[in-house]
């Protein structure tokens, strides 16, 4: 069933591919930052709407989202801008994004964040984790501790809201090489990582996941067809992405 579509930090590299792979079956709008970026979205084909997380109103989000059924967070500051940039945008613009969805009359679309793994209280470790998994996790907090933190707050933050139905994917180190079609999905380790083409495949095979609903779905390198380790991790029902 088609669907009409919301992307929030269209012009990313995985928004992007993600548009490309939704546009064929449903109506897909991506939400820029600047007129310059239109050219990539209409080419796709998809149409552009210019708005900022930082300067645009929540209400104004929230007329974008009207009439959507499903909105997508793909957007990030990218560690450009320091520290307050990733506040801004990692944290502050995600909660303005909660905060449309619910301001938008009637019926509220579902959402899919793109977060990120590991993204968790550092004082729990998670059981699954090995002792590589926490070497690499030591590491990840010291080059990127703002970012994470400020995932993290969003998050949790999210984890709070029951006016609309929601879902979190969190990719692991992520990749330029050739999509595999391929992934390991659930309770994963830290590595591999996994190209931005199977995640944006995973995203756009959530467009029809509402049974997704609540859940924080890993996903790193692998050899599972992605559709089916996403079936049989939403089937389980099972997540521990605050852990």
């Not at 707050?153 to 990719?171: Q, Y």
């Not at 595999?180 to 590595?191: D, R, W």
Request: charged share 30%; aromatic share 6%.
């Amino acid at each position: 069933m088609s669907k009409n579509v919301i992307i929030v930090g269209g012009h990313g590299n995985i928004s992007l591919r993600l548009a490309s792979l939704l546009s064929p079956k449903h109506t897909v709008t991506s939400i820029i930052r600047t007129d310059s970026h239109a050219k990539d979205i209409v080419s796709i084909p998809a149409k552009p709407v210019v708005l900022s997380l930082e300067e645009s109103s929540v209400e104004e989000f929230a007329r974008a989202f009207g009439g959507q059924d499903v909105v997508y967070f793909c957007a990030g500051a990218g560690g450009k801008g320091g520290d307050e940039r990733t506040k801004s945008v990692d944290y502050e613009g995600a909660v303005k994004v909660f905060d449309a969805i619910e301001g938008v009359d009637g019926r509220k679309p579902r959402l899919v964040l793109l977060s990120s793994i590991d993204v968790r209280d550092p004082e729990r470790v998670p059981k699954h984790y090995d002792e590589r998994d926490v070497e690499i996790s030591k590491k990840y907090r010291e080059v990127l501790g703002t970012y994470v933190k400020w995932k993290y707050e969003a998050d949790k933050e999210l984890s709070k809201r029951t006016a609309f139905k929601w879902t979190m994917l969190r990719p692991g180190g992520l990749r330029d090489e050739p999509g595999t079609g391929k992934a390991c999905v659930g309770k994963t380790h830290l590595t591999p990582g996994i190209p931005r083409a199977d995640v944006a495949k995973a995203l756009a095979l959530l467009v029809d996941r509402e049974d997704a609903a609540g859940l924080g779905i890993d996903i790193i390198g692998g050899e599972v067809p992605i559709e089916e380790g996403l079936d049989a991790f939403i089937k389980k029902g099972e997540t521990d992405f605050l852990g």
